[in-house]
């Protein structure tokens, strides 16, 4: 990442240096995930569509720890996978919008809050910003090559209410919690880079 854009990699030292910790990151552009892979103090294991799985990246995000998931179903062993990342002290990486969008985290889906919860991971916010600021010309796919892109590392938080629930009632309300960290965590990151 850091030959191809310029990135700015802002409040990295708020990510603990180990134990379970869920990256909670918005989703406006392709090279986002790629982008915090590139940036993130410690390795991170995306939840990546079984559609990016195909030909020569398939074994080259497998090699690095990336995790397939079927989003038509409830990919047990996806969850699986995820949790046992979690387990084993890791970082795990997770567009809580389901799939790239606006980025401003206005449709979370419960699939994080059910990992922070049943994974006792703290959450990290994460905003990359301006990877959809401008078109590049050699690839209009991408950024321009060169241009500056943020990466800003929110303060982690514990999504749970205390009670150890995981009833759907539970995971609601710690979803609706999440989304106002989530929120207050980009527009916090909007101001303090001018973005």
């Known amino acids: 990442m850091h030959g191809l854009f310029k ?7 708020r990510v603990p240096v180990s134990g379970p910790v869920i990256l909670a990151v918005n989703h406006s552009h392709m090279v986002d995930g790629p982008m915090l892979m590139g940036t993130a103090p410690r390795p991170v294991h995306f939840l990546i569509k079984k559609e990016a799985f195909v030909g020569p990246l398939d074994p080259f995000l497998r090699g690095i720890g990336q995790l397939k998931v079927d989003r038509a179903t409830a990919d047990r062993t996806a969850i699986s996978n995820a949790l046992g990342v979690l387990a084993d002290g890791g970082v795990l990486g997770i567009f809580p919008e389901g799939t790239r969008g606006e980025g401003d985290f206005a449709s979370l889906r419960a699939g994080l809050a059910y990992f922070a919860v ?3 991971a703290p959450i990290v916010p994460v905003a990359v910003l301006g990877s959809t600021d401008r078109r590049g ?4 796919g991408l950024p321009p090559l060169r241009s500056r892109v943020d990466v800003v590392f929110g303060d982690p938080f514990e999504t749970g209410d205390g009670s150890g629930r995981r009833t759907r009632k539970a995971l609601d309300e710690a979803t609706v919690r999440i989304q106002e960290r989530l929120t207050a965590h980009l527009e916090s990151a909007r101001r303090f880079t001018g973005r």
Request: positive net charge.
């Open 7 to 13: 990135p700015r990699v802002l409040g990295a030292w």
């Open 118 to 120: 049943r994974g006792g």
């Open 137 to 140: 010309r050699l690839i209009p």
